[in-house]
């Protein structure tokens, strides 16, 4: 069974930083490549960062680039996500999402998220 | 404001046949981008309904379907039960293949 455990929310102030995990088990993790996801209070979700399945490629949302950094060990099944300079817009519930790769209805190479965690809260305040 | 519109809300009886709307651009949809859907309960891991479009993953019941067509695409719920008060999301990709969501349909189920 795949599992996906978030880790490492909680209260901070504003321009501080902030390490969250997220615990894979259930599927062999250095296989696929991994995404952040997040949900701010009363909104939608929003894409945050992705990272290939070694390690050396990652995208990020414009929101955050240049503040978070998305990593991962394959040796210990985890994914991390360092967030920096944190606002008060980056209060949400932080998720993480495996991908399935499939070709899509045009051919195309593409992807969707088939399992998610529970989620880890995240809250900027002062 | 999400890039994919979606309705805030829908409701329906039990037993009754509801769709959700997801209404993209030329950019996204209307390029060929497949459309996923999901549907989250509040404190639990959001859960994959739809893939490409109209593929329902193994373990989704078939009164969960998904259409696409030009800029938009839809969620039907036929059938309609207690359990499936939630909300659904769809998501796409962008011209530059980030991924979008809508905005979510909250469904209450009358």
């Known amino acids: 069974e795949v599992q996906l455990v978030e880790s490492g929310g909680g209260v901070v102030q504003p321009g501080g930083s902030l390490r969250l995990s997220c615990a894979a088990s259930?599927?062999?993790?250095?296989?696929?490549?991994m995404h952040w996801v997040r949900q701010a209070p009363g909104k939608g979700l929003e894409w945050v960062a992705l990272?290939?399945?070694?390690?050396?490629?990652?995208f990020y949302a414009d929101s955050v680039k240049g503040r978070f950094a998305i990593s991962r060990d394959n040796s210990k099944n985890r994914l991390y996500l360092q967030m920096n300079g944190l606002r008060s817009e980056d209060t949400a519930l932080y998720f993480c999402?495996?991908?399935?790769?499939?070709?899509?209805?045009?051919?195309?190479?593409?992807?969707?998220?088939?399992?998610w965690g529970q989620g880890t809260p995240v809250t900027v305040s002062s | 404001q999400s890039v994919l519109t979606q309705p805030p809300s829908v409701s329906g009886a039990p037993g009754q046949r509801v769709t959700i709307s997801c209404t993209g651009s030329?950019?996204?949809?209307?390029?060929?981008?497949?459309v996923h859907w999901y549907q989250h309960l509040p404190g639990t891991a959001p859960k994959l309904l739809i893939y490409?479009?109209?593929n329902r993953p193994s373990g989704v019941p078939d009164r969960f379907s998904g259409s696409k067509s030009g800029t938009s695409a839809s969620l039907a719920i036929t059938g309609l039960q207690a359990e499936d008060e939630a909300v659904y999301y769809c998501?796409?990709?962008?011209?530059?293949?980030?991924?979008?969501f809508g905005g979510g349909t909250k469904l209450t189920v009358l």
């Open positions: 259930g599927f062999t993790f250095d296989e696929h490549s």
């Open positions: 999402a495996k991908i399935h790769n499939f070709y899509d209805s045009s051919g195309k190479k593409a992807y969707y998220f088939d399992y």
């Open positions: 990272i290939s399945w070694d390690g050396y490629t990652a």
């Open positions: 490409g479009n109209n």
């Open positions: 030329s950019s996204q949809i209307g390029a060929g981008s497949d």
């Open positions: 998501q796409s990709y962008d011209s530059r293949l980030d991924v979008i």
